[in-house]
């Protein structure tokens, strides 16, 4: 079966901390990943993707992420966290040529200042 | 560039109604996805339509409906409404290739 599995739910940081946010997948082909974010109220921004070679993938604000696919994982990292950086935080996993994907339950980040 | 838009960003429909949503992609997009998000939940994928065609389809019961006109935007409908359809509605456009999605701000439908 097709899933994404966030396995935290809420997770709280001071500012300036770094942060993981962890999501493995499981897929029968080969992976489209992606991680979003949601602020309250809003749509969803992506993050970064990764659809194939290097393994570590840079995205907007300062974060990135490692496809690990022994670990069927793709984990999204900051060194540095922001109070701005509090939201949602989704996982998703795709193919080739669809719009189809399929999300994580998301992970809640709080920031204390 | 204007982004995905959507409307009415809010809407509150009694059980057994019938409800239509619209999307209107980001210019150049030609592929237009639906999504559904409860409440405390990652969104589940309704519809995916490209080029006025539907490419894909979600667990979902035919209550559900949607179409893409020529100009490419869309409409999502759905009709004799349950509580269990209260959610965010979440229009995505992209212009297929691998491009990524670009999701709206959502559609928060409230059935009472």
């Known amino acids: 079966a097709q899933s994404v599995t966030q396995p935290d739910i809420h997770i709280t940081v001071s500012e300036g901390a770094s942060l993981e946010l962890r999501c493995n997948y499981s897929?029968?082909?080969?992976?489209?990943l992606f991680w979003y974010v949601q602020s309250p109220g809003q749509g969803l921004q992506l993050l970064l993707k990764?659809?194939?070679?290097?393994?570590l993938v840079q995205g907007i604000k300062g974060f990135e992420a490692e496809f690990k696919r022994s670990q069927s994982s793709f984990n999204l990292r900051k060194p540095s966290v922001h109070w701005s950086d509090a939201a949602e935080y989704f996982c998703a996993v795709g193919a080739r040529n669809t719009d189809k994907l399929i999300f994580g339950t998301g992970t809640r980040l709080q920031v204390f200042p | 560039d204007a982004g995905v838009t959507q409307s009415p960003t809010h809407l509150i429909k009694t059980r057994g109604q019938h409800v239509t949503l619209r999307c209107s992609p980001i210019s150049g997009h030609k592929s237009v996805s639906w999504y559904q998000q409860v409440l405390g939940q990652g969104p589940q994928f309704i519809f995916q339509?490209?080029?006025?065609?539907?490419?894909g389809r979600g667990n979902f019961p035919d209550r559900f409906s949607a179409r893409q006109f020529p100009n490419y935007s869309s409409e999502l409908n759905v009709n004799a409404l349950l509580l269990g359809d209260s959610a965010l509605y979440l229009c995505?456009?992209?212009?297929?290739?691998?491009?990524?999605?670009?999701f709206g701000n959502g559609t928060r439908l409230t059935v009472t």
């Open positions: 897929y029968g082909a080969t992976p489209y």
């Open positions: 995505a456009s992209s212009s297929m290739n691998n491009s990524p999605l670009h």
């Open positions: 990764y659809f194939s070679g290097d393994t």
């Open positions: 339509y490209y080029e006025k065609e539907e490419r």
